[in-house]
């Protein structure tokens, strides 16, 4: 079991849906993180939180520590969201790398 | 363009050739990370410099891999006699550590390998 799961794996939806995806993670950890994969590779970070909510236009994520559980939310979403999302945590004694999930792959149709 | 830079793109190899990557971080950026990642999965770490010096090699580096940042600047990745198993993107990412913890990453674009 991978420690860092990520729901759902692949997720479709029409332009201006409101997206949801969430992530879950089995260690203690100092941070965590949501990235955004497009094709070809390149990785952008899109938040980096420890504790509550960061919003960034139309992105929100959310962390519940206690429960180890985090929750990406795109509202109005459009065609250009379409990408991977992954989901990546740091632990707490070892600050210098990142646990990955394995993405959420996100098409979102016009 | 000041983001992390990486070069090649795409690298196509015959099983048993050398191949090195070129990873050019946000330059005030003191560390630098590699990560491999490999068809539908999520990128594994691999190596991490804080300046030149290495500090952590993954498991996953074999004898085979070796990661250099001479200057504390950019970075190479070279693995030698490769395998067909060595195919996937090889990614790099910098950050800035000023004595915090959890900097933000900023990743390159990549550098496709496959091995034939």
């Known amino acids: 079991k991978n420690e860092v799961e990520q729901s759902p794996q692949n997720l479709t939806a029409q332009e201006g849906e409101f997206i949801t995806i969430n992530c879950s993670y089995s260690v203690g950890i100092s941070a965590l993180h949501w990235l955004q994969q497009h094709p070809g590779g390149g990785i952008v970070s899109l938040f980096m939180l420890s504790s509550g909510k960061k919003k960034h236009g139309r992105v929100i994520a959310t962390i519940n520590i206690q429960e180890k559980h985090s929750s990406l939310h795109i509202t109005a979403s459009h065609p250009r969201d379409s990408a991977v999302y992954i989901c990546?945590?740091?632990?707490?004694?070892?600050?210098?790398?990142?646990?990955f999930g394995t993405g959420t792959r996100l098409q979102v149709f016009p | 363009d000041t983001g992390v830079s990486q070069d090649p793109r795409h690298k196509i190899t015959k099983r048993g050739q050398n191949v090195t990557f070129r990873c050019d971080p946000i330059?005030?950026?003191?560390?630098l990370y590699w990560y491999r990642q490999t068809l539908g999965q999520g990128p594994e770490f691999l190596t991490y410099?804080?300046?030149?010096?290495?500090?952590?090699k993954s498991r996953l580096l074999s004898d085979r891999f070796s990661a250099e940042r001479p200057k504390g600047s950019f970075s190479t990745l070279e693995i030698q006699r490769t395998e067909q198993g060595d195919s996937a993107m090889y990614l790099c990412a910098s950050s800035l550590d000023y004595g915090q913890v959890n900097e933000k990453l900023f990743f390159g674009s990549g550098t496709q390998l496959s091995v034939l």
């Open positions: 990546a945590v740091t632990p707490p004694h070892n600050t210098d790398k990142l646990i």
């Open positions: 410099f804080q300046n030149e010096a290495q500090l952590e």
């Open positions: 330059s005030e950026h003191n560390r």
